[in-house]
């Protein structure tokens, strides 16, 4: 009998099983290889601060990173790249070192750095999963990381400024959305009926970007003109995760962005309350610290009186 295998992750909205682009890679996978995984959702927990997720869990086996979780369900024979030739392997880790190269920077950007996406939705929805103090510090510490990523890959020469990467990183991430549709075609998947390692990668990257609800909609607004792959990753949704593909309605969407703006001004409300305190501290007196006296010895070698020793 296999072991049990659970895999944690960050839990989903909009329509989502997970927010989290490779949380949803490594689901996507055990659904399509048919792993016996269960799923349990992160919330408030200190795991999220070592950025690990999402984790597999069996026995006492703990792996993290989508490439080792998939490898280690390969290992115990779930293995959804099982008919796929040597060609078409080789091919799979080219267009995953291509997601990689040129559209998970605009992903990020688009979650993380991109201001009014970050304070109007990144923000509130991560620091609602949180108790106070870590839904002050996580959404920023995540923002900072996906900063230096982008900056560490895309940041050298001639892209100078953050305005000149911004635009070639939206630049590359259309052109490899081009690149997917045109390989995807009118097939189901990318390597025929049935989904393998590529159709998990490729999900974990659109779907973030295809359903939540952004007011900077710049990748959104693309990937929706390229109906296969939109066709693609609703597919998906509605055969492997069981999950009804609709439409926002007004009512809903509504709804939707009252919660948000609540949530807005709940970590708004946190913020001002810390920079009062750290106001209150810094103006409050300060004492002078207090000397250190040294013990003195007498001549003959005992110790002066307590009266002495406590004089500055």
Not at 80 to 86: P, T
Not at 97 to 109: D, G, M, V
Request: hydrophobic residues 40%; charged residues 20%.
């Amino acid at each position: 009998m296999a072991a049990p295998m659970e895999l944690s992750c960050w839990e989903g909205g909009w329509g989502l099983p997970s927010l989290h682009p490779e949380s949803l890679t490594v689901m996507a996978y055990a659904k399509f290889s048919g792993a016996p995984v269960t799923v349990n959702s992160v919330n408030n927990s200190w795991r999220t601060l070592k950025g690990d997720l999402p984790v597999l869990v069996s026995e006492d086996i703990v792996i993290s990173q989508p490439a080792k979780i998939l490898n280690f369900l390969r290992k115990q024979k779930y293995n959804a790249d099982y008919d796929l030739s040597a060609k078409q392997g080789a091919d799979t880790l080219a267009y995953i070192a291509l997601l990689e190269e040129k559209l998970l920077p605009a992903l990020l950007h688009t979650f993380w750095i991109e201001a009014e996406n970050y304070c109007s939705v990144t923000k509130p929805w991560f620091a609602s999963r949180f108790a106070f103090p870590l839904s002050l510090y996580l959404p920023g510490k995540m923002s900072r990381e996906a900063l230096n990523r982008i900056l560490l890959t895309k940041g050298g020469p001639p892209l100078y400024s953050l305005t000149e990467v911004e635009a070639q990183i939206y630049r590359d991430a259309k052109e490899c959305l081009n690149l997917l549709s045109k390989r995807l075609g009118t097939s189901q998947f990318f390597f025929g009926n049935m989904p393998t390692t590529l159709d998990a990668f490729v999900f974990g990257f659109l779907a973030p970007i295809y359903k939540v609800c952004f007011p900077r909609v710049h990748l959104q607004e693309h990937l929706k003109q390229l109906p296969n792959l939109c066709r693609f990753c609703d597919d998906i949704l509605t055969r492997y995760f069981r999950l009804t593909v609709s439409s926002h309605s007004p009512a809903g969407q509504d709804t939707a962005d009252a919660n948000l703006q609540k949530l807005t001004q709940l970590v708004n409300k946190e913020s001002n309350l810390i920079e009062k305190m750290d106001d209150n501290l810094r103006k409050s007196p300060q004492h002078p610290p207090r000397k250190l006296t040294t013990l003195k010895l007498a001549a003959g070698g005992e110790e002066s009186s307590p009266t002495s020793r406590l004089s500055p």
